[in-house]
DNA sequence: CCTCCACCGGAAGTGGAGGAAT
DNA sequence: ATTCCTCCACTTCCGGTGGAGG
């Protein structure tokens, strides 16, 4: 290679990706935290909480709301919304409304939820609450004293509300008002679990759920609204095959109508159909981009399992490896998979959990959808789980291998035939 | 129809970690 | 600092079971 050439393809590398001739204008827009002006088909929803939380502008107390939806439901972007909504018409009329979201998946204790809550009303850097060292209820009364000072309504959302530790914040918070003499609060709690108020303190329950919200999946033409929403903001005009939108629609409507998991879908396509040079995305690249999404999500559950999990995992598949070269066609059993997993523990000098917890174990890992177990009885040789890997072998053992200990233990051969018959 | 295999899966208990209360 | 409490991973024990082979 020539000097010049070299220079050339040196300098070019970012400035060819960057020329803008690609398939996207404004990418933020197909990601999960964009917001759009508008939700298509959550006008009701919108409507019903507005109408909940309309007294604020009064400067009365709104009710308490619960609101129950699965993911990708537009929960959040609702909330937020007419959260915005509400304090820009509250400056109009010169009504204070406060308007605090918390994500409790973040913010999952006591302790740093009123942390959190109190730093919301404190401008001054210097004058915040440290994220340790005060007692809790001392964070509490500054609190209470805070909002109060403040005046007006707040309104506290609580996003991923089951995430939360422990239901003495929910029970404080919804008994702050009848400690507050000038300002009022009223909570929003948001959940995709249904079951979850069961667990909660009766009077918390009550109280939180004075009003309730169902936010219902999205259908597959609805979701064909956002997804042509957000891809005329994102996208060059007329980059989309026809069928790609309802491809991705009918994808997600399968996942319980999840509208993130469409955008995904869409984004993803358009990202593969960009990187590959290709001028159009067509249905090829959703189905690529499907597929990717799969092979993330089980590459990043697989590198996080513990490691007792994963030497599960790895019996499985050595199991699985050796019926196959041996022509063996019978199905693999929690029995078989024990034993070799046994002969992993020893070699690496780990203790042997009992069958009882690797049958959890095995559970756990059929509920992950890396493995599929279900159970089946072979009649007079007993009942068993039938285990099978229900993705590519290996493509899950690569990711094994990326932890050390794994790299001399994946070439274990198992030994003959490991049950007698 | 009965037996009996090879596990399933519930219940209860242990012990250690971590957080809150005193 | 110490005690108490709660949670979690795990063990022990054991009754339960679908169906091939007798």
């Known amino acids: ?15 060819r990706l960057l020329r803008n001739d690609g398939i996207f204008v404004n990418r933020e827009a197909m990601r999960p935290s964009y917001m759009p002006d ?10 019903d909480m507005a109408s909940i939380l ?14 129950y939806g699965k993911t990708g439901t537009g929960k959040t972007a609702v909330t937020k919304y007419v959260g915005k909504e509400l304090v820009k018409k509250g400056e109009e009329l010169d009504r204070k409304v406060n308007f605090v979201y918390i994500n409790c998946e973040v913010v999952d204790t006591q302790y740093r939820l009123l942390q959190n809550i109190s730093n919301h009303f ?14 809790t209820d001392e964070v509490y009364s500054k609190l209470r004293s805070m909002i109060d000072k403040n005046g007006g309504v707040t309104i506290i959302i609580l996003d991923e509300i089951d995430k939360l530790k422990g239901d003495d914040a929910l029970y404080n918070l919804s008994r702050i008002n009848s ?11 948001i959940s995709n679990d249904l079951k979850f108020t069961e667990f909660l303190d009766p009077r918390v329950k009550s109280s939180l759920g004075e009003e309730n919200l169902i936010f219902p999946p999205y259908d597959a033409s609805e979701l064909q609204d956002i997804l042509k929403q957000r891809a ?6 007329n980059v989309l095959d026809d069928d790609v939108i309802p491809l991705c629609s009918a994808l997600a409507a399968q996942e319980h109508g999840d509208a993130r998991r469409a955008l995904d879908l869409l984004r993803i396509a358009a990202e593969l159909a960009e990187r590959e040079g290709s001028p159009r995305v067509t249905s090829r690249y959703v189905r690529l981009a499907q597929n990717k999404i799969e092979v993330d999500r089980i590459t990043e559950v697989v590198r996080t399992l ?14 699985e490896k ?28 780990t203790d042997v959990l009992t069958q009882r917890r690797v049958a959890d174990l095995i559970s756990e890992l059929d509920m992950l959808g890396i493995i599929t177990a279900r159970v089946i009885s072979k009649g007079r040789y007993g009942r068993t789980r039938e285990i099978k890997l229900s993705s590519s072998a290996d493509e899950i053992l690569k990711i094994l291998k990326e932890d050390e200990l794994f790299e001399d233990l994946s070439k274990y051969k198992i030994q003959g035939q490991t049950r007698l018959i």
């Open 122 to 135: 404190i401008n001054d850097w210097s004058e915040r609450i440290p994220f340790t060292g005060w007692p």
């Open 322 to 349: 050796h019926d196959k070269s041996t022509g063996n066609i019978g199905v693999i059993t929690t029995g078989e998979v024990y034993d070799v997993y046994k002969e992993l523990c020893k070699k690496i000098r």
């Open 54 to 67: 309309v007294p604020a502008l009064r400067g009365e107390t709104p009710s308490n709301i619960f609101i």
């Open 306 to 319: 513990p490691t007792h999990s994963k030497l599960i995992l790895l019996a499985i598949l050595l199991q």
């Open 1 to 15: 290679m020539s000097e010049f050439t070299r220079k050339t393809v040196s300098k070019d590398i970012f400035g």
């Open 38 to 47: 508008i939700l298509p088909h959550r006008e009701k929803e919108i409507s």
């Open 179 to 189: 400690y507050l003499e000038r300002a009022r609060v009223s909570l929003v709690g």
């Open 232 to 237: 005329d903001i994102a996208l060059k005009h």
